[in-house]
């Protein structure tokens, strides 16, 4: 049983465009939500990650956007470039337990 | 710093025969974990340690698979005997008390054939 359901499974984005990441959860209890960005042939590489009493943050490029009532986080990725092709994973802790999305693979083209 | 270690990068096997995974975490690290990807299940995670104590391991699939910490810089992962469903690509990380990061090695493959 999936804890954090993650959408789309896969995008393509041409070079400069946005990518836009989906999760979504039930477990009230979670208290840290990162994003792990991996490369073929290498381990998971936490990209950013927020706590639920905030709404939004900004590393960079990259942002995450979290709506405690409706349970939802999302990962925007702006100005894609071709080095951002990777797979992406959200996740949630609980108690240093964590749960991970099933992964979006993102291809930006240039 | 190395970063979190793993070895073997690659193993095969055949079914029935011992498979051990071996893991050093980043040094001053508390917490280790062990989690198998596949592209079926995604990421699980396995068990964790807490200052080389087991502390949850209801992510073990089965009894033919033991996780051990003897010292604070050394964990292993055992599956006895093999199956070719054990096929996967396993990751140890590892985390201090009081920084959130799991930081992942970079995994060892594993088939059973």
């Known amino acids: 049983q999936q804890q954090v359901k993650q959408s789309p499974q896969s995008l393509i984005v041409q070079k400069g465009g946005i990518s836009i990441i989906n999760c979504a959860y039930e477990?009230?209890?979670?208290?840290?939500f990162p994003w792990y960005q991996q490369f073929p042939g290498k381990g998971p590489a936490l990209l950013i990650a927020i706590r639920p009493d905030v709404s939004e943050k900004k590393e960079g490029r990259f942002t995450i956007s979290f709506n405690k009532s409706a349970k939802q986080f999302s990962l925007h990725i702006m100005d894609s470039q071709p080095g951002d092709s990777a797979t992406y994973f959200c996740a949630a802790r609980d108690d240093y337990k964590l749960s991970f999305g099933a992964g979006t693979t993102v291809t930006v083209r240039a | 710093d190395a970063g979190v270690i793993q070895s073997p990068r690659h193993e095969v096997t055949e079914m029935g025969q011992e498979v051990t995974l071996r893991c050093k975490p980043i040094?001053?690290?508390?917490?280790l974990f062990w989690y198998r990807q596949t592209m079926m299940r995604g990421l699980e995670l396995l068990i964790y340690?807490?200052?080389?104590?087991?502390?949850?391991d209801s992510g073990m699939p089965e009894d033919r698979f033991s996780a051990k910490m003897p010292n604070a810089s050394f964990s292993t992962l055992k599956i006895q005997p093999s199956e070719p469903r054990d096929s996967a690509v396993y990751f140890c990380?590892?985390?201090?008390?009081?920084?959130?990061?799991?930081?992942f090695g970079p995994g060892t493959r594993l088939l059973v054939l």
């Open positions: 477990n009230t209890a979670f208290d840290y």
């Open positions: 040094s001053g690290h508390d917490y």
């Open positions: 990380a590892s985390s201090s008390l009081t920084r959130e990061t799991q930081y």
């Open positions: 340690f807490n200052n080389n104590v087991p502390i949850d």
